[in-house]
Protein backbone atom coordinates (compact mmCIF):
# COMPACT_ATOMS: atom_id res chain seq x y z
CA UNK A 1 0.00 0.00 0.00
CA UNK A 2 3.05 2.33 0.67
CA UNK A 3 4.34 2.11 -2.53
CA UNK A 4 0.48 3.42 -4.37
CA UNK A 5 0.67 5.62 -2.12
CA UNK A 6 4.20 7.08 -2.91
CA UNK A 7 2.83 6.84 -7.01
CA UNK A 8 -0.64 8.78 -6.39
CA UNK A 9 0.57 11.43 -4.43
CA UNK A 10 3.21 12.27 -7.69
CA UNK A 11 0.54 11.84 -9.76
CA UNK A 12 -1.03 14.76 -8.11
CA UNK A 13 1.60 17.23 -9.69
CA UNK A 14 1.22 16.19 -13.55
CA UNK A 15 -2.41 16.53 -12.67
CA UNK A 16 -2.50 19.60 -10.95
CA UNK A 17 0.00 21.28 -13.94
CA UNK A 18 -2.38 19.57 -16.66
CA UNK A 19 -5.89 20.90 -15.75
CA UNK A 20 -4.19 24.14 -14.93
CA UNK A 21 -2.23 24.16 -18.29
CA UNK A 22 -5.97 23.48 -20.14
CA UNK A 23 -7.94 26.13 -18.51
CA UNK A 24 -4.95 28.55 -19.10
CA UNK A 25 -4.74 27.88 -22.71
CA UNK A 26 -8.88 28.19 -22.77
CA UNK A 27 -9.10 31.56 -21.04
CA UNK A 28 -6.79 32.76 -23.71
CA UNK A 29 -9.32 32.72 -26.01
CA UNK A 30 -12.35 34.20 -23.55
CA UNK A 31 -13.50 37.78 -24.26
CA UNK A 32 -13.65 40.17 -22.05
CA UNK A 33 -10.81 40.31 -19.82
CA UNK A 34 -9.99 43.42 -17.28
CA UNK A 35 -8.03 44.90 -19.67
CA UNK A 36 -11.42 44.99 -22.26
CA UNK A 37 -13.95 46.10 -18.76
CA UNK A 38 -11.45 48.67 -18.03
CA UNK A 39 -11.51 50.40 -22.19
CA UNK A 40 -15.73 49.82 -21.39
CA UNK A 41 -16.00 51.46 -17.61
CA UNK A 42 -13.67 54.31 -19.02
CA UNK A 43 -15.19 54.92 -22.25
CA UNK A 44 -19.07 54.62 -21.52
CA UNK A 45 -18.74 55.09 -17.85
CA UNK A 46 -19.80 50.87 -17.13
CA UNK A 47 -18.76 48.89 -14.63
CA UNK A 48 -19.67 45.85 -16.49
CA UNK A 49 -19.52 43.10 -14.02
CA UNK A 50 -16.59 44.30 -11.90
CA UNK A 51 -17.15 46.75 -9.08
CA UNK A 52 -13.65 48.87 -10.04
CA UNK A 53 -10.07 47.98 -10.05
CA UNK A 54 -7.40 49.05 -8.15
CA UNK A 55 -3.69 49.39 -9.15
CA UNK A 56 -3.18 46.57 -11.41
CA UNK A 57 0.65 46.58 -11.02
CA UNK A 58 0.52 44.26 -7.66
CA UNK A 59 -2.10 41.43 -9.33
CA UNK A 60 0.35 39.34 -8.99
CA UNK A 61 1.30 35.96 -11.49
CA UNK A 62 -1.84 34.12 -10.96
CA UNK A 63 -3.25 36.92 -13.40
CA UNK A 64 -1.02 36.83 -15.94
CA UNK A 65 -3.29 35.73 -18.15
CA UNK A 66 -3.83 36.80 -21.68
CA UNK A 67 -7.65 38.23 -21.89
CA UNK A 68 -8.18 37.89 -25.45
CA UNK A 69 -8.24 40.40 -28.38
CA UNK A 70 -7.67 44.18 -26.61
CA UNK A 71 -8.00 45.87 -29.87
CA UNK A 72 -11.65 47.56 -29.07
CA UNK A 73 -9.85 50.44 -27.14
CA UNK A 74 -13.04 52.55 -28.50
CA UNK A 75 -10.73 54.89 -29.72
CA UNK A 76 -8.37 55.64 -26.38
CA UNK A 77 -4.73 56.11 -27.51
CA UNK A 78 -2.47 53.13 -27.96
CA UNK A 79 -0.42 53.78 -25.02
CA UNK A 80 -3.29 53.59 -22.40
CA UNK A 81 -3.58 50.25 -23.76
CA UNK A 82 -0.70 49.35 -22.99
CA UNK A 83 -0.26 50.80 -19.63
CA UNK A 84 -3.37 49.18 -19.19
CA UNK A 85 -1.85 45.24 -20.12
CA UNK A 86 1.47 46.14 -18.85
CA UNK A 87 -0.27 46.47 -15.20
CA UNK A 88 -2.05 43.58 -15.81
CA UNK A 89 0.87 41.81 -16.77
CA UNK A 90 -0.39 41.06 -20.48
CA UNK A 91 2.44 42.67 -22.14
CA UNK A 92 4.51 38.90 -21.38
CA UNK A 93 3.94 36.05 -24.35
CA UNK A 94 1.98 33.71 -22.76
CA UNK A 95 4.72 30.81 -22.22
CA UNK A 96 6.36 33.20 -19.69
CA UNK A 97 3.03 34.39 -17.50
CA UNK A 98 2.04 30.37 -17.46
CA UNK A 99 5.83 29.62 -16.30
CA UNK A 100 5.62 32.16 -13.90
CA UNK A 101 2.13 31.37 -12.04
CA UNK A 102 3.12 27.84 -11.54
CA UNK A 103 6.26 28.78 -10.13
CA UNK A 104 4.45 31.22 -7.83
CA UNK A 105 1.61 28.14 -7.34
CA UNK A 106 4.95 26.11 -5.46
CA UNK A 107 4.88 28.27 -2.52
CA UNK A 108 1.29 29.16 -2.43
CA UNK A 109 1.44 32.77 -4.44
CA UNK A 110 -1.47 33.34 -6.39
CA UNK A 111 -1.27 36.87 -6.64
CA UNK A 112 -3.48 39.56 -5.79
CA UNK A 113 -6.89 40.35 -7.09
CA UNK A 114 -7.31 42.69 -9.79
CA UNK A 115 -10.99 44.35 -8.70
CA UNK A 116 -10.46 43.69 -5.17
CA UNK A 117 -6.50 44.97 -4.11
CA UNK A 118 -6.24 42.20 -1.96
CA UNK A 119 -4.08 38.55 -1.75
CA UNK A 120 -6.11 35.56 -3.15
CA UNK A 121 -4.70 33.49 -0.56
CA UNK A 122 -6.17 35.94 2.05
CA UNK A 123 -9.79 35.48 0.31
CA UNK A 124 -9.50 32.24 -0.06
CA UNK A 125 -8.60 31.86 3.92
CA UNK A 126 -11.39 34.08 4.59
CA UNK A 127 -14.02 32.22 2.43
CA UNK A 128 -12.98 28.58 3.00
CA UNK A 129 -14.33 27.88 6.32
CA UNK A 130 -17.90 28.82 5.01
CA UNK A 131 -17.96 26.24 2.90
CA UNK A 132 -16.53 23.98 4.83
CA UNK A 133 -19.31 24.46 7.05
CA UNK A 134 -21.56 24.09 4.54
CA UNK A 135 -20.16 20.65 3.04
CA UNK A 136 -19.36 18.79 6.09
CA UNK A 137 -22.72 19.43 7.82
CA UNK A 138 -24.29 18.66 4.93
CA UNK A 139 -22.43 15.60 4.08
CA UNK A 140 -22.96 13.98 8.13
CA UNK A 141 -26.73 14.80 7.35
CA UNK A 142 -26.91 13.47 4.14
CA UNK A 143 -24.83 10.45 5.05
CA UNK A 144 -26.63 10.29 8.41
CA UNK A 145 -30.18 9.60 6.66
CA UNK A 146 -29.14 7.91 3.82
CA UNK A 147 -27.34 5.19 4.87
CA UNK A 148 -29.59 4.16 7.72
CA UNK A 149 -32.78 4.84 5.44
CA UNK A 150 -31.56 3.23 2.73
CA UNK A 151 -30.68 -0.30 5.24
CA UNK A 152 -34.78 -0.13 6.14
CA UNK A 153 -35.55 0.07 3.01
CA UNK A 154 -33.65 -2.92 1.68
CA UNK A 155 -35.24 -5.02 4.65
CA UNK A 156 -38.44 -3.98 4.31
CA UNK A 157 -38.04 -3.74 0.17
CA UNK A 158 -41.90 -4.14 -0.61
CA UNK A 159 -43.25 -2.91 1.99
CA UNK A 160 -45.70 0.05 2.55
CA UNK A 161 -42.66 1.99 4.17
CA UNK A 162 -40.73 1.27 1.18
CA UNK A 163 -43.25 2.20 -0.77
CA UNK A 164 -44.24 5.62 0.96
CA UNK A 165 -40.66 6.37 1.46
CA UNK A 166 -39.60 6.00 -2.19
CA UNK A 167 -42.64 8.36 -3.09
CA UNK A 168 -40.92 11.63 -0.82
CA UNK A 169 -37.41 10.63 -2.02
CA UNK A 170 -38.48 10.73 -5.49
CA UNK A 171 -40.16 14.21 -5.02
CA UNK A 172 -37.13 15.43 -2.93
CA UNK A 173 -34.75 14.03 -5.72
CA UNK A 174 -37.22 16.14 -8.40
CA UNK A 175 -36.89 19.49 -6.26
CA UNK A 176 -33.66 21.36 -6.74
CA UNK A 177 -31.95 22.35 -3.83
CA UNK A 178 -31.93 26.18 -5.11
CA UNK A 179 -35.94 25.88 -5.24
CA UNK A 180 -36.25 23.87 -1.59
CA UNK A 181 -34.31 26.78 -0.63
CA UNK A 182 -36.06 29.79 -1.47
CA UNK A 183 -39.34 27.89 -0.12
CA UNK A 184 -37.23 27.44 3.13
CA UNK A 185 -36.95 31.47 3.26
CA UNK A 186 -40.86 32.08 2.18
CA UNK A 187 -42.38 29.52 5.18
CA UNK A 188 -39.66 30.00 7.95
CA UNK A 189 -37.35 33.03 7.50
CA UNK A 190 -39.69 36.45 7.44
CA UNK A 191 -41.56 35.49 4.50
CA UNK A 192 -45.28 35.26 4.15
CA UNK A 193 -45.37 32.92 6.88
CA UNK A 194 -43.05 32.17 10.05
CA UNK A 195 -39.86 34.19 10.91
CA UNK A 196 -38.20 31.17 13.19
CA UNK A 197 -34.34 31.30 10.93
CA UNK A 198 -31.99 34.41 9.63
CA UNK A 199 -32.38 34.89 6.65
CA UNK A 200 -28.91 35.54 5.86
CA UNK A 201 -25.37 34.93 6.81
CA UNK A 202 -23.72 32.26 9.45
CA UNK A 203 -23.46 34.78 12.44
CA UNK A 204 -25.52 37.51 13.95
CA UNK A 205 -24.36 41.06 14.15
CA UNK A 206 -23.63 40.54 17.95
CA UNK A 207 -22.18 36.86 17.57
CA UNK A 208 -18.28 38.85 19.19
CA UNK A 209 -20.79 39.62 21.82
CA UNK A 210 -21.67 36.10 22.53
CA UNK A 211 -20.86 33.88 24.98
CA UNK A 212 -19.04 30.87 22.99
CA UNK A 213 -22.13 28.76 24.02
CA UNK A 214 -24.56 31.11 22.24
CA UNK A 215 -22.12 31.53 19.65
CA UNK A 216 -22.25 27.89 18.74
CA UNK A 217 -26.10 28.58 18.98
CA UNK A 218 -26.20 31.59 17.01
CA UNK A 219 -24.10 29.46 14.03
CA UNK A 220 -26.00 26.22 13.92
CA UNK A 221 -29.21 28.41 13.74
CA UNK A 222 -27.84 30.11 11.36
CA UNK A 223 -27.03 26.73 9.52
CA UNK A 224 -30.46 25.48 9.66
CA UNK A 225 -31.93 26.54 6.51
CA UNK A 226 -28.72 26.12 3.94
CA UNK A 227 -28.00 22.94 5.02
CA UNK A 228 -31.75 21.30 4.57
CA UNK A 229 -31.55 22.93 1.27
CA UNK A 230 -28.51 21.17 0.80
CA UNK A 231 -29.81 18.19 2.22
CA UNK A 232 -32.76 17.85 -0.02
CA UNK A 233 -30.95 17.58 -2.80
CA UNK A 234 -28.32 14.86 -1.94
CA UNK A 235 -30.36 12.17 0.44
CA UNK A 236 -32.06 10.84 -2.74
CA UNK A 237 -29.30 9.23 -4.53
CA UNK A 238 -27.31 8.21 -1.68
CA UNK A 239 -30.70 6.58 0.06
CA UNK A 240 -31.70 4.31 -3.53
CA UNK A 241 -27.77 3.49 -3.85
CA UNK A 242 -27.62 2.16 -0.38
CA UNK A 243 -30.92 0.25 -0.61
CA UNK A 244 -30.03 -1.69 -4.22
CA UNK A 245 -26.33 -2.23 -2.89
CA UNK A 246 -27.52 -4.07 0.50
CA UNK A 247 -30.30 -5.81 -1.86
CA UNK A 248 -27.58 -7.05 -4.10
CA UNK A 249 -25.34 -8.57 -1.50
CA UNK A 250 -28.09 -10.09 0.17
CA UNK A 251 -28.90 -12.29 -2.28
CA UNK A 252 -25.74 -13.49 -2.39
CA UNK A 253 -25.10 -17.12 -1.27
CA UNK A 254 -22.78 -16.33 1.67
CA UNK A 255 -25.94 -14.40 3.00
CA UNK A 256 -27.71 -17.38 2.64
CA UNK A 257 -25.15 -20.00 4.28
CA UNK A 258 -25.27 -17.53 6.91
CA UNK A 259 -28.27 -17.32 8.06
CA UNK A 260 -28.62 -21.53 7.64
CA UNK A 261 -26.01 -21.80 9.93
CA UNK A 262 -28.39 -19.82 12.32
CA UNK A 263 -26.75 -16.44 12.79
CA UNK A 264 -29.00 -13.72 14.06
CA UNK A 265 -30.31 -11.17 11.29
CA UNK A 266 -28.52 -8.32 13.14
CA UNK A 267 -25.59 -10.13 13.15
CA UNK A 268 -25.81 -11.31 9.33
CA UNK A 269 -26.55 -7.54 7.90
CA UNK A 270 -23.85 -5.96 9.88
CA UNK A 271 -21.40 -8.44 10.30
CA UNK A 272 -21.21 -9.71 6.89
CA UNK A 273 -23.45 -7.94 4.34
CA UNK A 274 -22.85 -4.09 6.05
CA UNK A 275 -18.88 -3.94 4.57
CA UNK A 276 -19.50 -5.11 1.27
CA UNK A 277 -22.54 -3.39 0.43
CA UNK A 278 -21.25 0.17 1.60
CA UNK A 279 -18.34 -0.05 -0.67
CA UNK A 280 -20.11 1.36 -3.31
CA UNK A 281 -20.94 3.89 -1.20
CA UNK A 282 -17.60 4.83 -0.08
CA UNK A 283 -16.81 5.32 -3.53
CA UNK A 284 -18.70 7.92 -4.21
CA UNK A 285 -17.80 10.24 -0.89
CA UNK A 286 -14.81 12.20 -2.73
CA UNK A 287 -16.93 13.20 -5.80
CA UNK A 288 -19.98 13.78 -3.04
CA UNK A 289 -17.48 16.22 -1.00
CA UNK A 290 -16.13 18.44 -3.85
CA UNK A 291 -19.92 18.58 -5.57
CA UNK A 292 -21.51 20.10 -1.96
CA UNK A 293 -18.54 21.53 -0.80
CA UNK A 294 -17.79 23.70 -4.19
CA UNK A 295 -20.52 23.51 -6.99
CA UNK A 296 -23.70 22.53 -4.97
CA UNK A 297 -23.78 24.94 -2.31
CA UNK A 298 -23.00 27.54 -5.28
CA UNK A 299 -26.83 28.71 -5.48
CA UNK A 300 -27.09 28.49 -1.66
CA UNK A 301 -24.36 30.65 -0.84
CA UNK A 302 -25.93 33.26 -3.34
CA UNK A 303 -29.61 32.50 -1.72
CA UNK A 304 -28.56 33.16 1.70
CA UNK A 305 -25.55 35.40 1.26
CA UNK A 306 -23.05 33.16 2.79
CA UNK A 307 -19.41 34.10 1.09
CA UNK A 308 -17.72 31.12 0.29
CA UNK A 309 -15.87 29.75 -2.01
CA UNK A 310 -18.26 28.32 -4.53
CA UNK A 311 -19.27 32.33 -4.20
CA UNK A 312 -16.19 33.55 -4.85
CA UNK A 313 -15.39 31.52 -7.72
CA UNK A 314 -18.32 32.59 -9.72
CA UNK A 315 -17.66 36.09 -8.90
CA UNK A 316 -14.12 35.47 -10.66
CA UNK A 317 -15.39 33.91 -13.32
CA UNK A 318 -17.95 37.06 -13.96
CA UNK A 319 -15.54 39.61 -13.60
CA UNK A 320 -12.99 37.63 -15.24
CA UNK A 321 -10.36 37.69 -12.16
CA UNK A 322 -7.85 35.65 -13.41
CA UNK A 323 -6.06 35.58 -10.44
CA UNK A 324 -8.71 34.30 -7.89
CA UNK A 325 -9.93 31.99 -10.73
CA UNK A 326 -6.94 30.04 -10.87
CA UNK A 327 -5.93 30.29 -7.32
CA UNK A 328 -9.43 28.50 -6.39
CA UNK A 329 -8.50 26.27 -9.44
CA UNK A 330 -5.91 25.23 -7.81
CA UNK A 331 -7.41 24.80 -4.56
CA UNK A 332 -10.57 23.04 -6.09
CA UNK A 333 -8.01 20.54 -8.14
CA UNK A 334 -5.86 19.85 -5.31
CA UNK A 335 -8.61 19.35 -2.73
CA UNK A 336 -10.50 16.79 -5.22
CA UNK A 337 -7.35 14.76 -5.99
CA UNK A 338 -6.42 14.48 -2.13
CA UNK A 339 -10.13 13.33 -1.58
CA UNK A 340 -9.83 10.60 -3.83
CA UNK A 341 -7.04 9.09 -2.47
CA UNK A 342 -8.95 9.08 1.12
CA UNK A 343 -11.02 7.30 -0.46
CA UNK A 344 -8.91 4.43 -1.97
CA UNK A 345 -8.00 4.78 1.84
CA UNK A 346 -10.93 4.27 3.49
CA UNK A 347 -11.38 1.56 0.70
CA UNK A 348 -8.53 -0.91 2.39
CA UNK A 349 -10.03 -0.08 5.87
CA UNK A 350 -13.54 -1.37 4.78
CA UNK A 351 -11.90 -4.31 3.12
CA UNK A 352 -8.70 -5.32 4.27
CA UNK A 353 -8.78 -7.48 1.61
CA UNK A 354 -8.54 -4.59 -1.86
CA UNK A 355 -5.02 -4.65 -2.54
CA UNK A 356 -4.71 -1.24 -4.92
CA UNK A 357 -1.06 -2.43 -5.76
CA UNK A 358 -1.91 -5.59 -7.05
CA UNK A 359 -4.51 -4.37 -9.51
CA UNK A 360 -2.03 -2.25 -10.85
Given at each position: ???????????????????????????????????????????????????????????????????????????????????????????????????????????????????????????????????????????LMIY??????????????????????????????????????????????????????????LTSD??????????????????????????????????????????????????????????????????????????IVIA?????????????????????????????????????????????????????????????????????????????
Amino acid sequence: MGVYLVKRLLLIIPTLLGIILINFVIVQFAPGGPVEQIIAQTTFGQSSTTTGISGGSDAGPAGNVDTGDSSASYGLPPEIIEELERQFGFDKPAHERFLTMVSNYVVLDFGNSFFQDRPVIELIIERMPVSISLGLWSLLMIYGISIPLGIAKAVRNGSPFDIWTSSLIFIGYAIPGFIFAVLLIVLFAGGNYLDLFPLRGLTSDNWVDLSWGDRILDYLWHLCLPIMALTIGGFATLTMLTKNSFLEEISKQFVLTARAKGLTEQRVLYGHVFRNAMLIVIAGFPAAFIGILFTGSLLIEVIFSLDGMGLLSYEAVIKRDYPILFGTLFCFTLIGLVMHLIGDLVYVLVDPRIDFETRE
